[in-house]
């Protein structure tokens, strides 16, 4: 059995992580610990919030003393660190709280895991600080480059993945310093239940049934890796298990597409569905182009936003040589998924 501390549990990666952990492990023991910012809900905890072995607390990451405090009342011998701003627009036109939640945050955890950890000896020999980060790392690619591989220099472009770089070499550099059992997951674009309606994916959905603009950034051409949220999960649970300590590990989704594409994918699947069922044409009568099997109308296309990066893409062959990951869901059937839990669970 272990006792793991989840951070940034209520957000939307962390919260399926936590669904996923405890369905998979119920003898665990799972603390949340959030700060309940505008992405974090705790209502996207209610699956497993009356589970025995789970904990919620609601603080931040950057207060030591809580986390220190965590640590040790609750015997934590895993650490899966969630917790980030990691909205692009947003560390544009305010990175601050990026450098404060995603750097000195993450700094915070790491003091606190080694004081215990290490230093008062709480599991000296039996811990591991698992630091989840991005592809956008990496920079951005051509159309006809090599997909990112652990071993791509990083090259962040944007406030957000500059701060998510740094929160990264502070993690490898308390291994190699001072002996923390540490690893990392550079993730490409997730999507699936619970993801808060700033990200293509959920916006394109919500705005769907809003009869509100799609709006694209640009020619909409920039492509991206898309990774449904519960195989990240699955990924997760391999590097913990199999993985390394010291080591980074890609997890992606194999499925590249353009945003265009996806926007009118969903557009197609959302007509589709409605047709097929009139129970959900009922429910958001104010979606007018959607009853009328047009959503695609609501496409709009707006300025590029700057600094924006054209291509992601993951390779994880080295995630599936060790430790045996590969995704379950395709990018068809996890969209489809996903577009009918946004029509479950969405009121307008």
């Known amino acids: 059995?272990?006792?793991?501390?989840?951070?940034?549990?209520?957000?939307?990666?962390?919260?399926?992580?936590?669904?996923y952990w405890m369905q998979n492990y119920p003898e665990d023991k799972v603390v949340v610990l959030d700060a309940l910012t505008y992405a974090g809900n705790k209502a996207n905890l209610e699956p497993v919030a009356k589970?025995?072995?789970?904990?919620?607390?609601?603080?931040?990451?950057?207060?030591?003393?809580?986390?220190?405090?965590?640590?040790?009342?609750?015997?934590?011998?895993?650490?899966?660190?969630?917790?980030?701003?990691?909205?692009v627009d947003r560390s544009i036109t305010g990175p601050d709280a990026f450098i404060e939640t995603n750097i000195i945050g993450t700094h915070s955890l790491l003091k606190a895991a080694k004081k215990i950890w290490l230093d008062e000896g709480l599991n000296k020999e039996n811990h591991r600080f698992h630091h989840v980060s991005t592809d956008?790392?990496?920079?951005?690619?051509g159309p006809n480059d090599p997909a990112f591989s652990e071993t791509t220099p990083y090259a962040p472009n944007s406030p957000y993945s500059a701060s998510k770089a740094a929160s990264d070499h502070l993690v490898r550099a308390y291994h190699h310093t001072y002996g923390l059992q540490t690893?990392?997951?550079?993730?490409?674009n997730n999507y699936g239940p619970y993801h808060f309606p700033e990200k293509l994916i959920?916006?394109?959905?919500?705005?769907?049934?809003?009869?509100?603009?799609?709006?694209?950034?640009?020619?909409?051409?920039?492509?991206?890796?898309?990774?449904?949220?519960?195989?990240?999960?699955?990924?997760?649970?391999?590097v913990l298990k199999k993985g390394r300590v010291g080591e980074c590990y890609n997890i992606g989704g194999m499925n590249?597409?353009?945003?265009?594409?996806?926007?009118?994918?969903?557009?197609?699947?959302?007509?589709?569905?409605?047709?097929d069922n009139?129970?959900?044409?009922?429910?958001?009568?104010?979606?007018s182009h959607l009853q009328e099997g047009k959503a695609e109308k609501?496409?709009?296309?707006?300025?590029?936003?700057?600094g924006h990066d054209r291509r992601y893409a993951i390779d994880f062959q080295k995630s599936t040589k060790e430790l045996g990951y590969r995704p379950v869901e395709s990018f068809e059937s996890g969209i489809r998924k996903t577009i009918y839990w946004y029509l479950k669970h969405y009121t307008v």
């Not at 956008?136 to 690619?141: M, R």
């Not at 590249?256 to 047709?275: G, P, R, T």
């Open 1 to 19: 059995m272990s006792s793991l501390l989840v951070t940034g549990g209520a957000g939307f990666i962390g919260a399926n992580f936590v669904h």
């Open 51 to 87: 589970h025995p072995n789970f904990y919620f607390c609601h603080g931040n990451i950057c207060d030591t003393p809580l986390v220190e405090t965590l640590l040790k009342e609750h015997r934590i011998d895993t650490l899966v660190h969630f917790a980030a701003e990691s909205h």
């Open 136 to 141: 956008e790392v990496y920079g951005t690619l």
């Open 183 to 188: 690893t990392i997951s550079n993730c490409s």
């Open 202 to 238: 959920p916006l394109v959905i919500t705005n769907i049934l809003q009869d509100k603009p799609l709006p694209i950034y640009g020619d909409g051409k920039q492509i991206r890796d898309w990774l449904y949220v519960e195989d990240h999960a699955r990924g997760i649970d391999l």
């Open 256 to 275: 590249e597409w353009a945003n265009i594409d996806i926007v009118k994918l969903i557009c197609l699947l959302m007509n589709q569905i409605f047709s």
């Open 278 to 287: 009139t129970d959900f044409a009922k429910c958001f009568t104010q979606a």
């Open 298 to 306: 609501l496409i709009t296309f707006v300025a590029d936003r700057p």
